[in-house]
C-alpha cells in the first residue's frame, strides 16, 4: 500500500500511520511505502510517530522519485490520506492511469477523480482508511482485476488533456 505525498500536515501521515497500525494488528504480511519530500522537522515527528506504533518494520520511507510509473507500478494500492487542502490529486490520477486502484480520504475532489472505481473514506478516520484498505486487499485478492481496468478506463475517459483544454476553454469563454 503506498502514499506519494509530500510532508506537510494537510497530507495527514499520522492518519496514514494510524490505519497502518490497525490494518496489521490482523494482517501482518502488508508492507507500506511512503513516498515525499518536506520540512526535516515535520519528517522527523512522522517517522517518530511510526516508531511509537511499532511500524518501523512495515513502512519504507523514499524521497521524491523520477521514474513514477515504475514506483506506482509496485503499489497494490496507492492512498491519499488527506485532511484538508485538496484539489485535483495528481497523485491519485496518476495511479489510476497506471492501474493501481485507490482508496482515499473524501477530500477535495478525491471522491470524484476515483468514482466508483476506489474506495473512498472519510477523513482523519483510520479506521475507515484501514477497512477501507482491507476491502481493497479483499477485492485485489479474490483476483478482481476489474478495479485496475475501470481505474484506467477513468483517468483516460473522465479527465485526459482533451477534456481539460475544452472545459478550459469553456471556462474562459464565460468569463468573456
Known amino acids: 500500500i503506498g502514499m506519494v ?12 500511520l494510524n490505519a497502518a497500525h490497525i490494518l496489521i494488528q490482523n494482517h501482518r504480511n502488508v508492507k507500506f511505502l ?3 519530500s518536506g520540512p526535516r522537522k515535520y519528517k522527523n515527528e512522522i517517522y517518530s510517530e511510526c516508531e511509537k506504533l511499532g511500524l518501523k518494520n512495515y ?10 510509473p515504475a514506483v506506482y507500478n509496485a503499489f497494490d494500492i496507492s492512498t491519499l490520506s488527506s485532511s ?17 486502484p485507490c482508496v482515499t480520504t473524501d477530500v ?6 476515483v468514482g466508483d ?3 473512498v473514506v472519510p477523513p482523519k478516520n483510520p479506521k475507515a482508511l484501514a477497512d477501507g484498505w482491507y476491502n481493497m486487499l479483499k477485492s485485489i485478492n479474490s483476483k478482481n482485476l476489474n478495479h485496475c481496468n475501470r481505474s484506467r478506463d ?14 478550459s476553454f469553456n471556462a474562459l469563454m464565460k468569463l468573456l
Request: glycine share 10%; aromatic share 10%.
Open 5 to 16: 505525498a509530500r510532508f506537510d500536515p494537510m497530507k495527514d501521515h499520522r492518519n496514514f
Open 34 to 36: 511512503c513516498i515525499g
Open 59 to 68: 513502512i519504507i520511507w523514499q524521497t521524491n522519485r523520477n521514474d513514477m
Open 84 to 100: 484538508y487542502g485538496e484539489g485535483f490529486s495528481n497523485a491519485l490520477s496518476e495511479a489510476m492511469a497506471c492501474g493501481v
Open 108 to 113: 477535495g475532489d478525491s471522491a470524484q477523480i
Open 117 to 119: 472505481t476506489g474506495i
Open 154 to 167: 477513468r483517468i483516460l475517459t473522465n479527465f485526459n488533456s482533451s477534456i481539460f483544454a475544452k472545459k
